[in-house]
């Protein structure tokens, strides 16, 4: 019988010391040669199979995915439209808040809780429309980071992706909603 001669000849009262200072580094290059086999595309689709289990996660992954805003209906009848900055951990319970980028704002009529938009956040929307033409996109960041605004995801009673047009038609407007905003001003 051929014995096997190990690579590394270690006393027996180094072993523990051996293996607590290989096992970070072993896991270090096991962890880097899984990310390098994985491609981006990969990682990717685990991540959006992940997010599917969950509808409320859906609908964000979806809006991320897309660059579509989503309409959030709270339990107060205040509504909101914006792009979702924060609030995807697939498969965790433990992240109660979904941040948002604003763009709309208003509430659920009494009667029929019917949407009324009653404001448009103008810096946002010109923040955003400068985004191609401005190359200091840590400065863009910070300026849309002030307008974050943070929900409970226990007091969201709804949401949705949201398409102005759509809207317009289906409430029979003839006019998209952000231009029936009262604050709404054209863009320069």
Excluded: C
């Excluded at 964000?60 to 107060?76: A, F, G, H, R, V």
């Excluded at 810096?123 to 960041?141: F, G, K, M, Q």
């Excluded at 910070?142 to 398409?163: C, D, G, Q, T, W």
């Amino acid at each position: 019988m051929i014995g096997i001669e190990p690579l590394i000849i270690v006393a027996p009262d180094l072993v523990p010391v051996y293996t607590a200072l290989s096992a970070p580094v072993l896991a270090y290059l096991f962890a880097l040669a899984f990310n390098y086999v994985l491609s981006e595309e990969k990682r990717i689709d685990i991540f959006r199979q992940a997010m599917l289990k969950d509808d409320f996660d859906a609908v964000l992954w979806k809006s991320m995915d897309t660059y579509q805003p989503i309409l959030i209906s709270l339990e107060n009848r205040k509504v909101y439209v914006g792009l979702v900055a924060d609030g995807l951990e697939p498969g965790s319970q433990g992240n109660s808040y979904l941040t948002i980028l604003p763009l709309l704002s208003g509430y659920r009529t009494t009667e029929k809780m019917n949407i009324e938009i009653s404001a448009v956040y103008n810096p946002v929307i010109d923040l955003l429309a400068e985004a191609d033409n401005n190359s200091d996109s840590l400065a863009r960041a910070e300026s849309l980071a002030a307008y974050y605004m943070a929900f409970p995801r226990s007091k969201i009673i709804s949401l949705h992706l949201f398409n102005d047009h759509l809207y317009a038609d289906v409430t029979k407007q003839n006019e998209p909603t952000v231009k029936r905003a009262k604050n709404y001003k054209k863009p320069a």
